[in-house]
């Protein structure tokens, strides 16, 4: 028979066993890499962002992640930097990360979970569902979704016929315009105007014969993007844009990146924001 102390040793030993169980179960995965910038947005929105181990760059909001070991942008992301945060937890979308870059990360036994990202309302939702599944947490996901669905109750959009041309910049040496089937082009149509650009998907390089038979009513462009041409004034320095119905007004609309292409849980604001910028 065991003596007293050795008994009461035991019990104790497995009562914190059991606690430290039962707290890893609540907490779920600890060191989470979010390889997208809506998604890092959707772990934080669902209350995760202090199991955070690491992002990639184009994971800007909230502002406190961008204090965050950062491993690459998603177009080229690398396996060894995400693995050396030693993540129990991967998420990414398809649309970017190599196939050869996921089955490394699944080789190594670690959880990677890949989401395929739809440009509507409804795939806002899916996705934040799909997140929120993958932290064990689909009730705040619920909760999370009910919350656009409100904000979408309160959003007046009014079908206007202008054309909104997106500009992709990174100074004057890199311009592209968002076509059919792009974030850009999706949230367009959600903010009640028309793309300016027809006939391609993806994007295309701008050329000024184009520009000018496109002869947008506004032109968009990221923050960063039209920062990166010197303000309006550099914009209006692009052959073409003067000749435009947007260049001869000077009517220029510019947003956060992340706020206007994400999708994320910002996306009411962001299509409320857009539609009263293009009719200001």
Known sequence: MQPGWLRHAVILLSACLLLVTASYARQG?????????????????????????????????????????????????????VLALRPDLILATSNFLPPAVINQFRHTGVKTVVLEQEYSVEGT???????????????????????????????????????????????????????????????ITLAGARNAATGFRDFRLLTTEALVAANPDVILLFDSGLQSLG???????????????AGKNRKVVAMDGQLLSGFGPRLIQAVRELSEKINA
């Open 29 to 81: 995965y600890q060191r989470i890499v979010s390889l997208n910038g809506t998604i890092t947005e959707i772990i934080c929105a669902l209350g995760f962002e202090q199991q955070l181990a690491g992002v990639d760059v184009t994971s800007t909001y909230p502002a406190t992640v961008q204090k965050l070991p950062k491993v690459g942008h998603n177009r080229n992301i690398s396996a060894e930097p």
């Open 125 to 187: 939702k899916k996705l934040i569902r799909e997140v929120a599944a993958a932290l064990q947490a689909s009730a705040r996901g619920e909760a999370l979704c009910q919350q656009l669905d409100k904000e979408r109750q309160s959003l007046h959009i009014v079908q206007q016929p202008r054309k909104v041309l997106f500009i992709y910049a990174r100074g004057t040496g890199t311009l592209m315009v968002a076509g059919e089937g792009t974030p850009l082009d999706r949230i």
């Open 231 to 245: 303000g309006i004034n550099g914009l209006l320095k692009v052959p073409g844009i003067p000749q435009t119905t």
